[in-house]
């Protein structure tokens, strides 16, 4: 399979694949959006769920309850119950982070305000758990309840770390994996537990969620510093602008001599940037190797999916979730 060719894109071939379900989903968000009384929560909502997301973490709940042999329709409501909890930390992190653009379009803070983006979020949270208790699983219940506590954790932890230069790298594991990672674990192992799958394959996707999630974030990450902006949705040294520590910047930091340590503390800790100090740190970035460095670790961390992923059946969706091990560190190409 060729991951360049457009056609052949894992997330589109598991998009086509569980086209009737992911029609199913999108319906029940979108019923579920609407709000008799306040209509600013469909508006906002509509804002970010129709801008033209890949609905990965939805599809991965239809995929590994399909590939673990489940045929009730419950798989559909937590499908649902994912995007939402996504979408509600998307409008929360937009505010925190003060960001004006999300996959390419002005975000709802922007649009709206602070306000609406975070009792919205609020709503979706709270429509999220009225999905997750029709389902009558209360391991259910506790998989994607501890994932939005884990979530939340992960982003205050960014919150307190994100600019302090005595953040290393098993704190930036700790971040993502909160952040990113959890959502992308709940995501497969509720679909394994409502199909009733063995313990050995439920622990195996949730696995193959928890490394898929660090790989595509350390990859997000990375991208920040080289990606295409019209790709990414986001501008090249966003994160940078924003004071953020991740991957490439912690090792640099580690490997740096006292002169260029005092840099990163006063574009990092002290927010005192200048022209050229993006330039300056792509060039300290290159001089230490840390792109490539952590685009090994990314690669690695997508190894771990796939290897996760032996414990299931082999069949078509399997070698689906393979390749998209695979297409999450090909965006580093």
Known sequence: MSLDDPSQKPHDRLAAAL????????????????SEHAPRIP??????????????R??????????????????????ATVEFIHTATLLHDDVVDESAQRRGRPTANLLWDNK???????????????????????RVMDILANASAVIAEGEVLQMTAAQDLGTDES?????????????????????????????????????????????FQIVDDLLDYGGDAAATGK???????????????????????????????????????????????LALLATHGTLEATRREALGWAERAKTALSALPADEIREMLTDLADYVVARLR
Request: net charge negative.
């Open 43 to 56: 508006e906002v909502t509509a804002h970010l769920v129709e801008a033209g997301g890949k609905r990965l």
């Open 235 to 281: 501008n090249v040294g966003d994160d940078f602008r924003e004071r953020k520590l991740t991957l490439p910047v912690i090792k640099a930091v580690a490997l740096a001599d006292d002169e260029e340590r005092a840099f990163w503390r006063r574009v990092i800790e002290k927010g005192d940037q200048r022209p050229g100090d993006l330039e300056t740190a």
């Open 171 to 215: 704190i930036y594991l700790q971040v993502i994996r909160g952040k990113t990672a959890a959502l992308f674990a709940a995501a497969c192992e509720v679909g394994g537990v409502v199909a009733g799958a063995p313990e050995e394959q439920v622990l195996a996707l949730r696995d193959y969620g928890d490394a898929l999630g660090i790989s």
């Open 58 to 79: 939805p599809m991965l709940t239809l995929a590994t309850a399909r590939m673990c042999g489940y045929t009730g329709d419950s798989h559909v409501k937590l499908a």
């Open 19 to 34: 086209s009737d379900e992911m029609a199913q989903v999108n319906a029940l968000i979108r019923t579920r959006m609407a």
């Open 116 to 138: 609406s983006s975070v009792l919205v979020g609020d709503y979706l949270f709270a429509r999220s758990f009225q999905l997750m208790v029709e389902t009558g699983s209360l």
